[in-house]
């Protein structure tokens, strides 16, 4: 019963280095969304995605790249870390994105810091 | 356009009395809306929707919200709190033209006393 599975859950960046964000799911869901959390901020949307081959942006993409190619996983891309992307990031995923069931469900969150 | 305003971001009760957690929504659509629980450290989890359907909606752990269009409103209350309560609470808005996006409130911090 794994649901969404995020990985790292920590990680620590330098200033300029790569690294992807791991995010699969088993429930056969063909949303898949990427959030980042700030203190006072709520959720904000990175990118998603309504199936294999499909993504699209949300509210704050620049910096961060996604790609499908299967309906279990969406990776999450930073390309040259920034300190500003320093923040908890939350992918969540859902059968049918709003109309249906309104449910998104969520991964447990992986917290990086760019120093 | 869509946006959801939490009014406090932090809410504060004793064990036993009433939660009143307020969201105030701005939608060009018919919205769907939604309250989110997140525990410490922890994903977010679904408390209740509303879609459209009947505007007092009820949720799991005793939470229910009361869909007001004539006031914007989707207000979250329980009649008794409990310990377990304590977690961050998310006001989410997402539209029937749009499913793909679903806007979060800034969050309400619920804090329940002994």
């Known amino acids: 019963n794994a649901g969404v599975t995020q990985t790292p859950k920590f990680q620590v960046l330098k200033t300029g280095q790569s690294m992807t964000l791991q995010c699969a799911q088993d429930m056969n869901h063909e949303y898949m969304s990427w959030y980042r959390q700030d203190p006072g901020m709520g959720l904000r949307l990175i990118h998603y995605s309504v199936g294999a081959g499909i993504t699209d942006q949300g509210e704050v993409p620049n910096g961060y790249n996604v790609s499908r190619s299967t309906t279990e996983d969406f990776p999450l891309r930073l390309l040259s870390a920034a300190p500003s992307q320093t923040s908890v990031y939350f992918c969540?995923?859902?059968?049918?994105?709003?109309?249906?069931?309104?449910?998104?469900?969520f991964g447990e969150g992986s917290r990086l810091t760019v120093l | 356009a869509q946006s959801v305003t939490q009014l406090d971001s932090h809410v504060s009760v004793s064990e036993g009395t009433p939660v009143l957690l307020r969201c105030n929504y701005s939608s060009s659509y018919s919205p769907s809306l939604f309250w989110y629980v997140q525990h410490p450290n922890k994903g977010l989890q679904l408390l209740l929707k509303?879609?459209?359907?009947?505007?007092l909606v009820k949720g799991i752990n005793g939470f229910e919200a009361e869909f007001k269009k004539s006031e914007t409103s989707f207000h979250l209350t329980k009649p008794s709190a409990h310990m377990s309560d304590a977690a961050e609470y998310f006001c989410v808005v997402a539209t029937l033209y749009n499913f793909n996006k679903f806007y979060f409130g800034s969050g309400t911090k619920l804090n329940v006393k002994p």
């Open positions: 969540a995923s859902s059968y049918s994105p709003g109309a249906a069931t309104g449910e998104l469900f």
């Open positions: 509303y879609t459209s359907a009947a505007t």
